[in-house]
């Protein structure tokens, strides 16, 4: 029996810039200084430019990720208003729309949406290829906007705009309990239906695989949300929920955590399950992180452009059976930062890249890509935090030269040659190597790829817990090379 393969890969973008107030640092920030608003609307982008940005395209599919090293910056001066919005591995979502998703995937009546803008999206809804009439059922009535009104004054529900109108609210989902508070609530219900999108386009994708909802055993969510109560604070189960409205009646699932490492964690996870025959097709799925819209919109005022941090991001992927067609995982030659490495940036890089590859009994010039944090450096370098993916590179580069792999002479080529570009959303656990997973796996299939690390990384103190970092990394190779 072979190695377990990735049968289909999709991504989705859903564009917020009304939610970007509810990010933590902005709704932080304009707690201290409400007047901040003001400045934070007027740095928004419309729908066209979020949709035409070179690297949001390339998150759906639209352009190849190397596309962007030849492209002129800064990117977001890109004004390409005929950008599809649909690409071969998913969407960007306009805003009212998924206002009316969010509304889809509520089970307690925790969304309102006014009675008019309700009429409208669920016309639009009704456009779109993932969504069936048993769906627009599930919208149910839009309510007066006085009701609405009421319901922010007198019940702290959290208001939703589109522009400057007031076209819904999510409200309290108990009145004693700060863990079902109308913004812990949107971070959750957020998630969900950015994981309910991404689904349904992997099981669209699927279709050609013969694969079908009630094809999926099981779902692991690696979002980053805490879905729970107070006494029981983040203990989900997403999974199931995002598998319920995506008519996967004979799955069952859970979430998994592990920080911005949670993804590559679960495909690990997913291709366990499936090597031991215990299932046959696993999802994982992640959905977008509210919590960090317009995380760093501090230094895209400064810079004077737009806020780029403007949108949720998902993903889901399909892991099944050998087939002896599609990407397959290497399983012996898994990646895992044991604790006794420590937190050395040597240390990890030994760990993840080096000690899978002597298993293999390969070098590091040998994978064709290496897939890191894939973080926007258009998003990271105006507030300080710099080009991630380039510095990833770099330090990958000096382990070759360390293990006479690679000339020193060539360290800053190594990005361009085996490595790519940052363009994914700075949505957490969503640039952690993932999005380059669908590319990697169309570049197979097109036989112009032979194969690829994925790296991901985690910063496990950040709960306060341990000092202790996190990494898992797998190689995923065209199939005649295994």
Not at 78 to 107: C, H, I, Q, T, W
Not at 124 to 147: Q, S, W
Not at 179 to 191: M, Q, R, V
Request: charged share 20%; glycine share 10%.
């Amino acid at each position: 029996m072979g190695f377990p393969v990735i049968k289909a890969v999709s991504y989705s973008l859903v564009h917020t810039p009304d939610l970007v107030r509810y990010g933590s640092k902005p709704e932080r920030e304009l707690r201290k200084d409400p007047k901040l608003n003001e400045e934070i609307v007027s740095h928004l982008r419309t729908f066209d430019d979020a949709c035409a940005y070179p690297p949001n395209q390339v998150f759906v599919g639209g352009m190849p990720p190397e596309s962007l090293w030849d492209m002129a910056k800064p990117w977001w001066k890109s004004k390409d208003n005929g950008a599809p919005r649909f690409g071969p591995f998913g969407e960007v979502m306009p805003e009212a729309e998924f206002y009316g998703l969010l509304r889809f995937a509520d089970e307690f009546d925790l969304i309102l949406l006014e009675e008019a803008f309700h009429e409208q999206v669920r016309d639009e809804l009704r456009a779109h290829p993932l969504f069936l009439e048993p769906d627009l059922e599930r919208l149910g009535e839009g309510r007066p906007v006085e009701t609405i009104e009421a319901k922010i004054a007198n019940e702290a529900a959290l208001p939703f705009y589109l522009g400057e109108r007031l076209v819904g609210c999510i409200c309290s989902g108990h009145e004693e309990d700060p863990f079902l508070t109308p913004n812990i609530l949107l971070e959750n219900l957020a998630c969900k239906a950015t994981g309910i999108l991404a689904m349904r386009w992997l099981l669209a994708q699927s279709r050609s695989e013969g694969i079908t909802a009630l094809s999926i055993d099981y779902v692991i969510n690696c979002g980053e949300e805490a879905v729970g109560d107070r006494y029981q604070r983040g203990a989900g189960n997403l999974a199931k929920a995002m598998a319920e409205l995506c008519g996967c009646g004979n799955s069952t699932g859970a979430d998994l955590k592990a920080f911005c490492c949670g993804p590559i964690h679960s495909i690990i996870v997913a291709a366990g399950l499936v090597q031991s025959g215990i299932f046959e097709n696993v999802v994982v799925v992640g959905g977008g992180a509210l919590a960090k819209l317009g995380m760093k919109f501090r230094g895209h005022l400064a810079g004077g452009m737009p806020i780029l941090e403007d949108v949720l991001a998902s993903f889901a992927i399909l892991i099944g059976r050998h087939d002896g067609k599609n990407p397959v995982i290497r399983l012996d030659a898994i990646g895992k930062h044991d604790i006794h490495y420590g937190g050395s940036a040597q240390g990890i890089a030994q760990a993840l890249i080096a000690t899978p590859l002597e298993k293999l009994g390969r070098r590091i010039p040998d994978i064709n890509k290496y897939a890191v944090e894939l973080h926007n450096p258009e998003v990271t370098e105006p507030s300080g935090s710099g080009n991630i993916p380039q510095f990833t590179y770099r330090t990958i580069a000096s382990l070759g030269v360390l293990r006479g792999d690679w000339s020193r002479a060539l360290v800053n080529d190594f990005e361009k040659t085996h490595g790519l570009p940052g363009f994914s959303p700075t949505q957490g656990h969503v640039p952690s190597a993932v999005p380059y997973l669908g590319h990697a796996r169309a570049s197979m299939l097109r036989n112009e790829l032979k194969s690829a690390m994925f790296i991901g990384k985690g910063s496990l103190f950040l709960g306060k817990m341990t000092h202790l970092s996190d990494g898992m990394s797998f190689i995923l190779e065209a199939p005649e090379n295994q």
